[in-house]
């Protein structure tokens, strides 16, 4: 904004209002030294509707202290301001919310602060190798390049924080361990902070498998969508168990991201803000089928039914 300029919102009372408190707010955190982003005031207008509203200076000033500066990564709506203290206040954190939130990127954003300023001696990043629906057959090349497609998400959104080489260098000497959650089975992870990713994917006994990994001086991170399950019929995600059972574990944190939190393409949102409304967005633990369709209560009653009143071809 140039000096001596004014800003003249025209409206009605309360959305002027409202509007004019967004902006002071954000020119608060200028003046204290913080660069507005578009996506900032898309996310601060987009929520006007919401009561109270967001304190946007005091938010942008804590996200920018919340992240190294150098990789210049924060959080950008309350649900992940909320997502990164629950990180730092709680060795296990389970994420759940729609594509686009941030749940994998903040938690990576995280982890890589850690092992950079020493807080841990290394990362662990994992996520079971599921196929998303598809039939992909039997992938060639030796152990590695079959899982590297599983995980290749994960690499993406370390390449983005720190440089190749540099990645490539930590990776060498066992900073960074990149697998597939098979390989979890059996080991105690000390001074390590853990993330899985595409958690909805796991079952419950993976699930316990991998908790139970934490050791001592770790942080664990657990991500996913319970809209996205691709695991076989009637087979429960391990994500939507560890969500009934754990939630009375006060050590733990359950974090829930909505559509409010998503952070791409603003048509994401709309998009993720669709399907909800179709009812088309809602979990699927017990329905999912790998084929991505899904047999509803009241046909697989019917489907009963009819079983019954058929009779018997048995001499």
Known sequence: MDR???VVVIGKQHAAESVCAVLTEILAAVRRGYTPAVSDFEYAFSRLDTNPLPASSTLLEQQHMAIRSEMRIRPRTTGQKHYLDAIASHE???AIGPAGTGKTY???AVAVSSLLNRQVKRLVLTRPAVEA???LGFLPGDLVQKVNPYLRPLYDALYSMVDLERVNRLIDQECIEVAPLAFMRGRTLDNAFIILDEAQNTT??????FLTRLGQGSRMVVTGDITQID???RVKSGLVDAREVLQNIKDISLVRLGNQDVVRNPLVQKIVHAYEKAGRNEPISQEQTTGGTYVSEKEEKESAANLAVTPSHKP
């Open 4 to 6: 001596g300029a004014k």
């Open 92 to 94: 296990i954190t389970i």
């Open 106 to 108: 903040l938690a990576m």
């Open 133 to 135: 629906g598809e039939r």
């Open 204 to 209: 419950a006994e993976q699930m316990l498998m």
């Open 231 to 233: 695991l076989p019929y």
